[in-house]
Antibody, heavy 127, light 111 residues
């Protein structure tokens, strides 16, 4: 079964740091671009950051640029999000999310939607 | 950068048809395809429509997506509503800087 399991959430004070992890299983992790998407309590979805399969390309939302860093370890089937200088407004459930792709012969197509989500890990930033 | 605007909530009766809109604030809605996600309370989102009007396997054909250039919007239509369709629905697209953009979400009530 394809699965993403997040960990590392918790309570942290404003200005503090936290590192989220996501363990992937049941699929070839090293071939997929991965993302973090967050959802503040009672609010909508917000894309946070993405990383290509080989870590060559990294993109982040303006709201976290310079504070959050996405990374991955393909040998350990793991995705990470290092969060520094945390703010109250960073309080949210953080989802580890896989970008959809398809292989047609020798051609790899990356779609612009997410096809696998973890259950999320809650990060609370409060004094 | 652009934004995607959705109605905050919609409601309809079982068996009826409902349409949820997603309006792009700037740029052509057709220039970047649109996806739709369903999120039931306490669960992670799942895709119900991708690439404007494609359904993932397992999603019933009661769900359909479309694009309307005249209103610069995308729409999710759910026909034959069931109580199990009650959920939050989010549209999503992407910009030229490889960033994903979500709409604010629409709460669908089936009453």
């Amino acid at each position: 079964e394809e699965q993403l399991v997040e960990s590392g959430g918790g309570l942290v004070k404003p200005g503090g740091s936290l590192r989220l992890s996501c363990a992937a299983s049941g699929f070839t992790f090293s071939t997929h671009s991965m993302n973090w998407v967050r959802q503040a309590p009672g609010r909508g979805l917000e894309w946070v950051s993405s990383i290509s399969a080989g870590s060559t390309y990294v993109y982040s939302a303006d709201s976290v640029k310079g504070r959050f860093t996405i990374s991955r370890d393909n040998a350990k089937n793991s995705l990470f999000l290092q969060m520094n200088s945390l703010r109250v407004e960073d309080t949210a459930v953080y989802y580890c999310v896989r970008r959809s792709r398809a292989v047609l012969g020798t051609t790899v197509l990356e779609y612009w939607h997410f096809d696998l989500w973890g259950r999320g890990t809650l990060v609370t930033v409060s004094s | 950068n652009f934004m995607l605007a959705q109605p905050h909530s919609v409601s309809e009766s079982p068996g009826r048809t409902v349409t949820i809109s997603c309006t792009r604030s700037s740029g052509d809605i057709g220039s970047n395809n649109v996806q739709w996600y369903q999120q039931r309370p306490g669960s992670a989102p799942t895709t119900v429509i991708y690439e404007d009007n494609e359904r993932p396997s397992g999603v019933p054909d009661r769900f359909s997506g479309s694009i309307d250039s005249s209103s610069n919007s995308a729409s999710l239509t759910i026909s034959g509503l069931k109580t199990e369709d009650e959920a939050d629905y989010y549209c999503q697209s992407y910009d030229s800087s490889n960033r994903w953009v979500f709409g604010g979400g629409t709460k669908l009530t089936v009453l």
